[in-house]
T-cell receptor, first 113, second 112 residues
Framework: DAMVIQNPRYQVTQFGKPVTLSCSQT?????MYWYQQKSSQAPKLLFH???????NEADTPDNFQSRRPNTSFCFLDIRSPGLGDAAMYLC????????????FGPGTRLTVT | KQEVTQIPAALSVPEGENLVLNCSFT??????LQWFRQDPGKGLTSLLL?????REQTSGRLNASLDKSSGRSTLYIAASQPGDSATYLC???????????FGKGITLSVRP
């Protein structure tokens, strides 16, 4: 089945230790998104790629970076995780420009110790 | 700035009841509205997408309606089942900021 896959599902990292979260998709969608969701909160968009074009949200901290080496893969890098970065990180895709239906992966739960 | 509100935050109903989940948004200039389901500790599953030109969409026991002018959407669940227990989020896409704006969700519990 075509889908959005996130690895790992659970990640524990130490305060200040860089961490990378991975997302892959078999839908061949042009747009990939990264959201952060804290407990009982709405998902918050961090950035998205429209093909190779990177679009950063104005309030996304510089601590968060992303890479999209090809259509299928997208990575979220947190350079120096703080305790406040503990959250669920959700990857999503849409076929074309933002506005099309978004399909989400299962998420990666990040714990910072 | 678009804001999406879902009230109440939690709802508990007995099995078999028909129920309505509400969503309101402040900026009626939306392109579409999407309802999602989220199980505890999991990602989001898309349930229904309503384009701004549409009034409703149906999928199985689910029916979503959209009244763009009044900034409201409802998700109707017929004959609720314990398996429907989850958090339901609505999100609107507004062209002005080119992104989905989510509500915080309604956590539904269907009691056997």
């Amino acid at each position: 089945d075509a889908m959005v896959i996130q690895n790992p599902r659970y990640q524990v990292t130490q305060f200040g230790k860089p961490v990378t979260l991975s997302c892959s998709q078999t839908l061949n969608h042009n747009v990939m998104y990264w959201y952060q969701q804290k407990s009982s909160q709405a998902p918050k968009l961090l950035f998205h790629y429209y093909d190779k074009d990177f679009n950063n949200e104005a309030d996304t901290p510089d601590n968060f970076q992303s890479r999209r080496p090809n259509t299928s893969f997208c990575f979220l890098d947190i350079r120096s995780p703080g305790l406040g970065d503990a959250a669920m990180y959700l990857c999503a895709t849409s076929r074309e420009a933002p506005g099309y239906e978004q399909y989400f992966g299962p998420g990666t739960r990040l714990t910072v110790t | 700035k678009q804001e999406v509100t879902q009230i109440p935050a939690a709802l508990s109903v007995p099995e078999g009841e028909n129920l309505v989940l509400n969503c309101s948004f402040t900026d009626s200039a939306i392109y579409n509205l999407q309802w999602f389901r989220q199980d505890p500790g999991k990602g989001l599953t898309s349930l229904l997408l309503i384009q701004s030109s549409q009034r409703e969409q149906t999928s199985g026991r689910l029916n979503a309606s959209l009244d763009k002018s009044s900034g409201r959407s409802t998700l109707y669940i017929a004959a609720s089942q314990p398996g429907d227990s989850a958090t339901y989020l609505c999100a609107v896409f507004t062209g002005a900021n080119s992104k989905l704006t989510f509500g915080k969700g309604i956590t539904l519990s269907v009691r056997p």
